[in-house]
């Protein structure tokens, strides 16, 4: 499926919405590209969680965000996007989470495998 999705850059994954993230690696700088579920984050933007299907530990993406945010990409109906990622807390968070797990309930259940609170990432796509 990852590899449909690169070809074709808009689709489902597991059944949701899905966009092809591309960040670059934050220790190589080498660029990495995977398709990551999304969900709509109002004014255009784009919310992604760093659930790694309830890992104890966050994806390898959610890292390199950390230290490039103003280095991604999206690949999504058939438009590539630069994008800034920032990452949700306090308030914002949790209505971002709520929307999140209220349109696919499986979030929930990540969230219940693991110790850690589940990042969520706003992505705004940058002007030009």
Request: net charge positive.
């Amino acid at each position: 499926m990852a590899g449909l999705l690169r070809r074709k850059p808009s689709g489902k994954f597991m059944g949701m919405d899905a966009l092809v993230l591309t960040t670059l690696g934050r220790r190589s700088g080498v660029e990495r590209s995977v398709p990551v579920v999304w969900f709509p984050g109002g004014h255009g933007t784009y919310l992604i969680a760093a659930s790694a299907a309830g890992a104890a530990r966050n994806p390898a993406w959610f890292h390199n965000l950390a230290v490039n945010p103003d280095k991604a990409r999206i690949d999504i109906d058939g438009r590539t996007l630069s994008v800034n990622a920032e990452q949700l807390h306090g308030t914002e968070r949790d209505r971002a989470w709520h929307q999140i797990i209220t349109t696919a309930p499986r979030f929930a259940g990540y969230q219940q495998k693991t110790d850690r609170e589940i990042p969520v990432i706003r992505l705004t796509p940058r002007a030009g």
